[in-house]
């Protein structure tokens, strides 16, 4: 039981429990060690869905530390991955499946697949994904580029999105990077480009996508906007809990569309 549970209900109802397929959280971890991640699961693990080992720094960890953090997250039915830059390496290095075999082995459960710095062909992404998929991962897509010269229209994302998803990905994530500023959805001060984004839901179903989200104002918009059950990435660890007192109507950005 939760503290308060008895006392008062959360003012936005229906936040939806794990395993979720719509609501969910990706937590950026970029470098915690066993007792930050400990502290994270005792805290957040309800909260928590994926757990995204930021871009390629799983390469830094020793081993058997790395083994041990992600069944410290498996453990508490979170899926964890290697980020998407990992992948692009790897892929680069004409290593995928020594890649794809070696994640599987130490554990990890999901694979991103992105193009967000090098380049792939429509094909080779496709095959990728497959490949990936063929190993048993649960398969999750990044659309964008990190480069902002080199950034996508908003309908130039809904098609890359709509070819992931007919390739049966699980969530096509939306690259905001972990900054959340000047890349796709949002501009150089980190605010949302409400016209990119109304490009995309309105060519995607919002509960395919997964908005890379690192900072409370992109949260709150969001939240706002498609509900408490929106799919947001990037979060902090430290951000997790606040992030679902948004979700829950528990904090005043969000509480004001109950009581006023």
Avoid: C, W
Avoid at 64 to 77: D, G, M, P, V, W
Avoid at 118 to 146: C, D, H, L, P
């Amino acid at each position: 039981m939760y503290a308060f549970e008895r006392i008062v209900s959360t003012p936005i109802p229906g936040r939806t429990t794990k395993p979720r397929k719509e609501g969910i959280t990706m937590v950026i971890d970029n470098g915690l060690g066993l007792r930050a991640a400990q502290d994270l699961v005792e805290t957040s693990a309800d909260y928590i869905d994926f757990i995204k080992l930021g871009f390629g720094t799983s390469r830094l960890i020793n081993e058997e530390l790395l083994r041990k953090k992600i069944a410290i997250y498996r453990e508490h039915n979170i899926d964890v991955y290697p980020g998407g830059t990992l992948f692009e390496i790897a892929f680069a290095q004409g290593a995928l499946d020594k890649f794809l075999n070696y994640a599987k082995e130490i554990g990890f459960s999901t694979i991103e697949v992105s193009d967000g710095t090098i380049t792939m062909s429509n094909e080779e992404r496709a095959n990728a994904i497959k490949k990936a998929q063929e190993y048993g991962f649960k398969v999750i897509a990044e659309v964008g580029k990190k480069d902002i010269t080199r950034d996508l229209s908003g309908e130039a994302y809904a098609e890359g999105i709509k070819r992931d998803l007919e390739l049966g990905v699980f969530k096509v994530i939306v690259e905001a990077r972990a900054s959340g500023k000047g890349i796709g959805i949002y501009d150089e001060k980190g605010e949302v480009r409400k016209d990119k984004l109304e490009t995309i839901v309105r060519e995607v179903d919002v509960k395919n996508l997964i908005f890379e989200a690192p900072n409370k104002n992109q949260q709150v918009h969001l939240i706002l906007n498609f509900g408490s059950n929106v799919n947001i990435g990037n979060a902090r660890p430290e951000e997790v809990v606040p992030l679902e007192a948004l979700r829950q109507g528990l904090r005043g950005d969000t509480l004001k569309t109950v009581y006023k």
